[in-house]
C-alpha cells in the first residue's frame, strides 16, 4: 500500500500525527490514545499495514 494512502486511511479512523522520531512518523489514535510508528517508505507492505492498525486499534483497509 502507498503511503500517501495509509496516511489518508489512519486520518480518517481519527489517528493523528503525533511526532516524528528518526525514520518513523508517530501516529496516536485520539478515540484510545494508542502509539505506534509508521515507516516512512513509498510502499509499505500488507502485514505491515495490518500490524498497525491492530497496534492501533483499527479495522485494517480491504
Known sequence: MK???F???LADHE???S???GKYSIFKN???GQEVPVTRHNEIAEFT???ICRSLGIEPPH
Request: hydrophobic residues 35%; proline residues 0%; charged residues 45%.
Open 15 to 17: 489517528c493523528v500525527l
Open 19 to 21: 511526532r516524528e522520531a
Open 7 to 9: 496516511i489518508r486511511y
Open 30 to 32: 485520539s478515540a484510545n
Open 3 to 5: 503511503r500517501r494512502e
Open 49 to 51: 499495514v495490518k500490524k
